[in-house]
C-alpha cells in the first residue's frame, strides 16, 4: 500500500476492524465533544445580561459579536491547523481541539464581564475545531465507497449532539445557573479528547518531502476541478444558516411570550432540530452515494430554504416545533453530502488541506453570519432575518451545480 502522508485507506477486506473501530470511537468523540459545546447554545444572550451588558438592544448585537468571535479566529487557524495535520498527522490535531475547547469553556463560567468572554471566544476558535479535525480523521481511514455513509454518521454525532446538549445544558442551566454549566460542558469536552487519545488508531507515516511536495500547496488544492465552488459552497451555507443563530433564543422567547425556563424551552427546540437531523443524515450520506452527492444537495438545500421562511411565519411555540422538526430532516443531509464532496474531488494525502480550507469558509460564514444576524435583529426585529437566510441559502445552489461532481 502507499504509505503517502496518512494512513492508507481500508479496502473492504484488510484494515475493515480497524477503520470501524476508529469511525466507532470518533462518532462517540464527537457526539461528546458537541454536546460540550453545544451545552451552551440556548442561553448565551441570557449570560450576557448577566454579566453586564443592559441594554436589551445591544443584547443581540453582542450575542451576535460572541458568535462570531470564535469563528474568526478559527477561519485564520483552520488552514494551519489542516496544513499541519498533513505532516504530523490527524489524531493529535483532534486532541488538540479537544483539550483547548475544554480549557477555554471552563473559564467562561468565571468571567466577570463580556469583554472576558469575548476573549475566551476568540482563544476558543483560534485552538479548536473539533469537527474539521475528526471529519480529516476519518476520511483518511475510511474506503472510498463508504465515504458518504461514514461523514453522514459523523454528522449524526454533530446532529445528536445539538439534540442533546441545548436541552440538557438549558434544564441544567435553570436549575444550578450559568456558570457551573459552562464548567460542566468542558468537562465532557475533556472526557472526549480522553476517549480519542485512547481509542482512535491512526497508522500515520510522516511524509518525506518530495511526498509533501508530491500532494500539493494550498494553491493547488484550490485550483482543483470544482473546488473553488465549494468554498463559496460552505461559506454562503454557513454564512446563511448563522445570520439566524444569535436570534433564534430571543426570537422563542418572543413567539412563546416566554417569562420563566427560557433556556430549557430553547434548548428543547434546539434539541429536536437535531435529533430530526440525525435520523436523516446518515440515510441521506447513504443515499448520496449511490445516486450522487450533487443532486442529493441540490434537493437538500432548496428544502431547507423552505423551511426557514416557515420560521419566519410562525406564531407559536407549538407551530415553531413542528418547523424545527421539518427543518431538522431537511438541513441533515446537507453537511454529510458536501464533505463528501469534498473527498472525492481531493487526493486523500492532501485531505488536511482540504478539510482546513472549507472549515476556513466555513468558519468566515459563522463569522459574519452572527454579525449580520444580530445586527439585522437590532435594526428589522427578530422574523425578516429568517426570510435573508432563506433567499441565501438558495443562491447556494448556484455554486453546487457548477462544481465538477
Known amino acids: 500500500m502507499n504509505p503517502t502522508a496518512t494512513v492508507s485507506p481500508a479496502s473492504d477486506g ?27 447554545l440556548p442561553f448565551i444572550p441570557f449570560y450576557v445580561r448577566e454579566i453586564g451588558v443592559t441594554d436589551e438592544k445591544l443584547v443581540p448585537v453582542w450575542a451576535g459579536i460572541l458568535g462570531a468571535a470564535s469563528s474568526l479566529t478559527m477561519t485564520i487557524f483552520a488552514p494551519i491547523w489542516g496544513w499541519l495535520s498533513d505532516r504530523y498527522g490527524r489524531k493529535v490535531m483532534v486532541e488538540r481541539a479537544m483539550f483547548a475547547g475544554a480549557l477555554t469553556t471552563m473559564a467562561m463560567g468565571a468571567v ?4 472576558q468572554l469575548l476573549i475566551l471566544r476568540l482563544l476558543n476558535g483560534a485552538f479548536t475545531g473539533t469537527i474539521a479535525a475528526s471529519i480529516s480523521l476519518v476520511s483518511s ?3 472510498g465507497a463508504k465515504l458518504g455513509f461514514g461523514l453522514g454518521l459523523m454528522q449524526v454525532a454533530v446532529f445528536l449532539g445539538m439534540t442533546m446538549g441545548p436541552w ?24 472526549g479528547g480522553i476517549l480519542v487519545m485512547i481509542g482512535a488508531k491512526e497508522k500515520f507515516i510522516r511524509p518525506s518531502a518530495a511526498e509533501l511536495k508530491k500532494s500539493g500547496s494550498i494553491r493547488t488544492i484550490v485550483a482543483l476541478p470544482g473546488f473553488a465552488s465549494l468554498m463559496a459552497v460552505f461559506f454562503l451555507f454557513n454564512f446563511s444558516i448563522h445570520i439566524a443563530i444569535p436570534i433564534v433564543p430571543l ?22 432540530t437535531g435529533a430530526a437531523a440525525s435520523i436523516s443524515a446518515a440515510g441521506i450520506g447513504y443515499l448520496s452515494d449511490r445516486k450522487g452527492h450533487k443532486r442529493v444537495l441540490v434537493f437538500s438545500l432548496l428544502i431547507t430554504a423552505v423551511m426557514w421562511i416557515a420560521h419566519a411565519l410562525a406564531q407559536s411555540i407549538q407551530q415553531l416545533l413542528v418547523v424545527r422538526i421539518v427543518f431538522g430532516l431537511a438541513a ?8 463528501a464532496l469534498v473527498g472525492k474531488l481531493t487526493p486523500r494525502e492532501s485531505y488536511g488541506k482540504a478539510y482546513g480550507l472549507t472549515s476556513s ?4 460564514g459563522m463569522t459574519l453570519g452572527p454579525l449580520a444576524g ?16 432563506s433567499l441565501l441559502l438558495s443562491l447556494v445552489v448556484i455554486p453546487v451545480i457548477l462544481s465538477e461532481k
Do not use: H
Open 112 to 115: 466577570g464581564n463580556v469583554y
Open 361 to 364: 469558509m466555513t468558519c468566515l
Open 141 to 143: 481511514v475510511l474506503p
Open 332 to 339: 441533515g443531509g446537507n453537511l454529510p453530502t458536501m464533505n
Open 14 to 40: 484488510e484494515g475493515t476492524s480497524t477503520w470501524r473501530s476508529t469511525l466507532g470511537v470518533m462518532f462517540l468523540a464527537q457526539l461528546l465533544s458537541i454536546v460540550g459545546f453545544s451545552f451552551v
Open 374 to 389: 444580530g445586527i439585522m435583529a437590532s435594526c428589522m426585529g427578530y422574523r425578516w432575518p429568517f426570510v435573508v437566510v
Open 168 to 191: 440538557i445544558g438549558g434544564i441544567i442551566a435553570d436549575i444550578v445557573g450559568y456558570r457551573l454549566t459552562f464548567i460542566a460542558g468542558g468537562g465532557i469536552l475533556l472526557a
Open 251 to 272: 426570537f422563542i422567547e418572543e413567539v412563546g411570550n416566554l417569562k420563566t425556563k427560557v433556556a430549557s424551552t430553547t434548548g428543547l427546540l434546539f434539541a429536536v
